[in-house]
């Protein structure tokens, strides 16, 4: 997570090892909510989106790049493991 779009740094992470990344239903018609679960379904972030015409997909897209980098770190992960 980073302060601001500018930051070359960012200012925590977050682990996503054995973490789920679940996109919910749209609440009204202008937001959505990203969770990231635990192995055992407890939630440990949640994320609200403000979805307008310009960003719609913003929350989907969130939920891609998680999901891809939570399979990145559990390949990785097993590649330590059989090395």
């Keep these: 997570m980073f302060a601001k779009a500018t930051s070359p740094a960012p200012k925590y992470a977050i682990e996503?090892?054995?973490?789920?990344?679940?996109?919910?239903?749209?609440?009204?018609m202008h937001k959505q909510i990203v969770?990231?679960?635990s192995g055992l379904g407890d939630v440990d972030y949640?994320?609200?989106?403000?979805l307008q015409e310009d960003n719609a997909d913003v929350a989907k897209n969130f939920v891609k790049?998680?999901?891809e980098q939570i399979a990145s770190g559990e390949t990785n992960e097993i590649k330590e493991v059989g090395a």
């Design 16 to 28: 996503l090892a054995h973490k789920k990344a679940t996109l919910h239903p749209v609440v009204g």
């Design 65 to 67: 790049v998680l999901r």
């Design 35 to 37: 969770t990231i679960e």
């Design 46 to 50: 949640k994320f609200l989106f403000y």
